[in-house]
């Protein structure tokens, strides 16, 4: 199907330099009036030196900003194309060798540099082939680091580029024989770029832009449900599920232990008084005395805690037990595990067992293992600061898994009125939060409700306080402005 961009696509294949400026002004100028308003042009500056026969530069071709000089160093965000003969161009995203002005807005912003990697990504899973054939760098404001070594050897085709513009180029597309990725990789970064520049692409092509936006944006916020996640828990055995608040991770665990699990298995909520005792098993108190006595006062024996249960009823069965542990991050996983840290090995050579200070009786007495069929599923909110997993032990034997709030879920249980407030908060955290306070976010669940009016009531009683107390704990501190204006719209529903 013939592209708005095929001219430039044809450019960054032909590899030569043969008309190299007048291609190049052919094919910015078939932009406007087409693809984007005919305003859009003052948003960009076509800068395309020939360059040929010169050994001390590059030659590009680069989309500007039409505040830098005709000549000479220019400065700000720009999309440039580099030649090389018998290959095709390079194409990137580039800061001015002159500094970050006057795009220092944009590209100082988290989203700009989080959506460019979001984009890399979803390159690199649709048309590498199991090859690398995008790149982003995490700061595009970091002009001090280069490219990194392993893309330059890779890619050594381009090593003047590389040597001389390495440490502005901040995302970059190595072009396939397939010139379908070529399109797809321009349509992402030329549509980026131009609507951080104020100019959306023309109606007509809307359903496109959206599409390859969904696209790429579904590797910022990937979708998880059920099936990936009962499909980690039998490969890892020990997973946890992390996310925003609201984002139904409760809900999906029961699904699953309902579901695929069959009700085979059991769920229990960690809280800040959970201790080893409680999770695998200590002395107890229990009423009266032995034989012979009153049955005044109280005697100790051991009791199995939530993990040893688990592991009983999973050794006297086949099929796969489930435990699903609520709230993990609410207690210190490390002190609760104990030495039963060491049972936690997915795939481990031989069985391991610990040895328990009592004997709790049928099947362990005083050796535990954890058996094969024992699965365990850890829920965990990431806005819950209060304690977190950080021990490096415990991370390394739970795969960690995220559930992102789905706008598919507000379209189909919402309102108009929710969708709007949905896109419009997820803009603001894409936008401008770092990413520790990405991953506080409110899920879908904040969102929900056909009727509008009690979707006003919920916006305002439910969702309010939750970012109320992100502003009073200090987790948005960096964009509280835009919290704060996002506020008193809820307000004034």
């Not at 059920?226 to 139904?248: D, M, S």
């Not at 100790?300 to 037990?321: I, M, R, V, W």
């Not at 879920?409 to 955290?429: D, M, N, W, Y």
């Amino acid at each position: 199907m013939p592209s708005i961009f095929d001219p430039l696509v044809e450019i960054i294949h032909s590899g030569t330099l043969d008309s190299w400026k007048e291609r190049n002004e052919l094919a910015l100028a078939g932009l406007f009036g087409s693809r984007y308003a005919k305003r859009a042009e003052k948003a960009v500056t076509l800068r395309a030196p020939d360059m040929r026969g010169s050994d001390s530069n590059v030659p590009y071709a680069a989309y500007i900003h039409p505040s830098n000089a005709d000549a000479g160093a220019y400065g700000g965000m720009s999309f440039v194309i580099f030649p090389v003969e018998s290959e095709s161009c390079l194409v990137a995203m580039v800061i001015g060798t002159q500094g970050l002005a006057p795009d220092e807005a944009i590209l100082g912003r988290p989203g700009h540099s989080r959506k460019m990697q979001a984009i890399s990504t979803w390159l690199n899973h649709q048309f590498g082939g199991g090859d690398q054939v995008a790149w982003a760098k995490q700061d595009p404001t970091r002009v001090d680091i280069d490219v990194p070594e392993s893309i330059q050897q890779a890619w050594s085709a381009y090593e003047r580029v590389f040597k001389r513009y390495g440490r502005v180029l901040y995302a970059l597309y190595k072009p396939t024989a397939d010139r379908t990725g070529t399109v797809a990789a321009l349509t992402a970064m030329l549509d980026l770029m131009f609507e951080e520049r104020g100019h959306a692409a023309l109606k007509e092509f809307q359903d496109e832009s959206i599409s390859t936006r969904s696209a790429w944006f579904s590797h910022l916020m990937p979708k998880t449900d059920n099936h990936h996640v009962v499909e980690l828990l039998k490969n890892r055995r020990f997973v946890v599920l992390q996310g925003p608040p609201g984002t139904g991770k409760t809900r999906m665990a029961r699904q699953i232990l309902a579901g695929e699990y069959g009700d085979f298995g059991r769920s229990v909520q960690f809280h800040p008084s959970t201790t080893y005792e409680n999770f695998v098993g200590g002395l107890a108190p229990l009423h009266g005395g032995g034989s012979g006595e009153s049955g005044l006062g109280f005697r100790f024996a051991p009791k199995p805690g939530f993990l040893l249960e688990a592991a009983a009823q999973a050794a006297d069965s086949t099929k796969p037990y489930l435990l699903h542990i609520d709230e993990i991050n609410r207690a210190d996983l490390g002190k609760i595990l104990g030495e039963a840290i060491y049972l936690f090995e997915a795939s481990p050579e031989s069985r391991r067992e610990i040895d328990l200070p009592y004997d709790f009786g049928q099947p362990f007495h005083q050796q535990l293992f954890l058996p094969d069929n024992l699965h365990v599923l850890g829920t965990m909110n990431s806005a819950d600061r209060s304690i977190a997993i950080v021990d490096v032990a415990v991370r390394r034997r739970f795969a960690f898994l995220s559930l992102w709030p789905s706008l598919d879920v507000v379209q189909e249980h919402g309102c108009p009125l929710t969708q709007r407030a949905f896109k419009e908060l997820v803009s603001i955290f894409v936008e401008h939060a770092p990413d520790e306070a990405l991953a506080l976010v409110p899920g879908h669940s904040y969102f929900l409700g056909k009727d509008e009016v009690q979707a006003r009531v919920n916006l305002r009683t439910s969702l309010a306080p939750l970012l109320s107390e992100y502003l009073a704990q200090g987790y948005v501190s960096g964009f509280a402005e835009s919290i704060r204006g996002y506020m008193q719209w809820l307000e004034s529903l």
